[in-house]
Antibody
Framework: EVQVLESGGGLVQPGGSLRLSCAAS????????VSWVRQAPGKGLEWVST????????YYPDSVKGRFTISRDNSKNIVYLQMNSLRAEDTAVYYC???????????WGQGTLLTVSS | EIVLTQSPATLSLSPGERATLSCRAS??????LAWYQQKPGQAPRLLIY???NRATGIPARFSGSGSGTDFTLTISSLEPEDLAVYYC?????????FGGGTKVEIK
């Protein structure tokens, strides 16, 4: 069975940092591009980042560029999202998802909650 | 940035009725358009990719169509379990963007 599992969420003070992890079972994560998508409480979906299979290319929207860094360790089959200079507006459930084709996301984890608050 | 506008915001229909959800883009792009279903308390699920291809395991009552700037998700005969918010998403250009969602309510 294909599964994606995020971990690492929690409560962080504004200006703080946190690293999320994304692991997979049932398929080899290193064979696919992977994305992070977030959802603020009661709001819609917002794309956060995508990394290609080798880790050589990463993409971000302006809202997180320069603060968030996506990376991957293909030897461990894990993708990371390092989040720095966190703000209250970063509070959301963060989903990790496997890419298929051109930008579609076919397998999603259940999400991990990040709360940025003092 | 490609802005996706979904309409209507809410759709209230009875079981067995046909649901038509619209996704309009601020500029034309190739057909790298996906649709997702998100049920309450759950992660999104891919329904349609490349505008009209059903994802693995998705029932035939879900279909996608459209091109350019106008895309449509159709649920041919609504089932009670289709209660959810539906999002469109473009994968054509960075940044990837999602529409604001259409909430489907079952009467």
């Amino acid at each position: 069975e294909v599964q994606v599992l995020e971990s690492g969420g929690g409560l962080v003070q504004p200006g703080g940092s946190l690293r999320l992890s994304c692991a997979a079972s049932g398929f080899t994560l290193s064979n696919y591009a992977v994305s992070w998508v977030r959802q603020a409480p009661g709001k819609g979906l917002e794309w956060v980042s995508t990394i290609n299979t080798s880790g050589g290319s990463a993409y971000y929207p302006d809202s997180v560029k320069g603060r968030f860094t996506i990376s991957r360790d293909n030897s461990k089959n894990i993708v990371y999202l390092q989040m720095n200079s966190l703000r209250a507006e970063d509070t959301a459930v963060y989903y990790c998802a496997k890419n298929v084709g051109a930008g579609a996301l076919d397998y999603w984890g259940q999400g991990t909650l990040l709360t940025v608050s003092s | 940035e490609i802005v996706l506008t979904q309409s209507p915001a809410t759709l209230s229909l009875s079981p067995g009725e046909r649901a038509t959800l619209s996704c309009r883009a601020s500029q034309s792009f190739n057909n790298y358009l996906a649709w997702y279903q998100q049920k309450p308390g759950q992660a999104p699920r891919l329904l349609i990719y490349d505008a009209s291809n059903r994802a693995t395991g998705i029932p035939a009552r879900f279909s996608g169509s459209g091109s350019g700037t106008d895309f449509t998700l159709t649920i041919s005969s609504l089932e009670p379990e289709d209660l959810a918010v539906y999002y469109c998403q473009q994968g054509s250009t960075w940044p990837l963007t999602f529409g604001g969602g259409t909430k489907v309510e079952i009467k």
